[in-house]
């Protein structure tokens, strides 16, 4: 049972942030190509940054606690999961509080009704 802990707690995550989605309508799973340009960008550095601490040695896991399999570069299949679990629940999160609040929907411009001219007219 203990080899469950770490995909329990990824799991746990995303369940526990599913309402936020259905109930609040966050509307970042219909975003889903923003929502992988989110998970690359903010995941893709910790993970480079994994693979190149446990290569030096500087720490490692307890593969008691996971479920075994092991991606190229030593790390459980949990922890590369960790990296897109964790920026999805943060920007459900996120879209939720803006959302309830407000907050942040005002900040961007209006988009313009008038047709733009490339001639620079005045």
């Not at 203990?2 to 369940?15: I, P, S, T």
């Not at 526990?16 to 960008?41: H, K």
């Not at 720490?59 to 399999?69: A, C, E, H, P, R």
């Not at 897109?84 to 629940?89: F, L, S, T």
């Amino acid at each position: 049972m203990r080899e469950l802990a770490y995909a329990a707690m990824l799991a746990f995550v995303l369940v526990v942030t599913l309402p936020l989605e259905l109930l609040l309508g966050a509307r970042v799973y219909a975003r889903w190509r923003r929502l992988a340009l989110t998970v690359l960008c903010a995941g893709t550095p910790f993970l480079v940054w994994d693979l190149l601490a446990t290569a030096a040695g500087h720490w490692s896991f307890d593969l008691t606690q996971t479920l075994g399999v092991v991606v190229p570069g030593d790390l459980p299949l949990e922890e590369v999961l960790f990296f897109v679990v964790i920026p999805i629940a943060s920007v459900l999160t996120l879209e939720s509080v803006r959302r309830l609040t407000g907050w942040g929907m005002d900040d961007a411009p209006a988009p313009s009704t008038t047709p733009s001219s490339s001639r620079g007219e005045r």
